[in-house]
């Protein structure tokens, strides 16, 4: 069983930058490919970004291409997700995802079987 821990997130002005930290224990987790959605209120979670086991691939829903960066260190054992340029839409509850079975960049929230608790990102304008 893997648990997934997020951080590092908080208020901040528009342009502005974050960077979310998920630290996972148990499981293997060098061997996961690793996820990022959002969820802001009255809306379904959606996509950010995803990478694959050795961070190799990396994957990232349109309107976040070239504002954020998903990284991994598997000898921390931890997936970041660094955030430039925030818009005040990209103001949401983030959760880290991880999945040990299927290929990396799955966008469907359906196919991921851990999840963090979630941090909430605020960006004001």
């Not at 997020?6 to 293997?28: D, I, N, Y």
């Not at 103001?91 to 290929?103: E, H, K, M, N, P």
Request: hydrophobic share 35%.
């Amino acid at each position: 069983q893997v648990q997934l821990v997020e951080s590092g997130g908080g208020l901040v002005q528009a342009g502005g930058s974050l960077r979310l930290s998920c630290a996972a224990s148990g499981g293997t987790f060098s061997m996961y490919a690793m996820a990022w959605f959002r969820q802001a209120p009255g809306k379904e979670r959606e996509f950010v970004a995803a990478i694959n086991w050795n961070g190799g691939m990396t994957y990232y829903e349109t309107s976040v291409k070239g504002r954020f960066t998903i990284s991994r260190d598997n000898a921390k054992k931890t997936v970041y997700l660094q955030m430039n340029s925030l818009k005040p839409e990209d103001t949401a509850a983030y959760y880290c995802a991880g999945d040990g079975r299927r290929a990396a960049g799955q966008r469907s929230i359906t196919l991921y079987d851990y999840w963090g608790q979630g941090t909430q990102v605020t960006v004001s304008s």
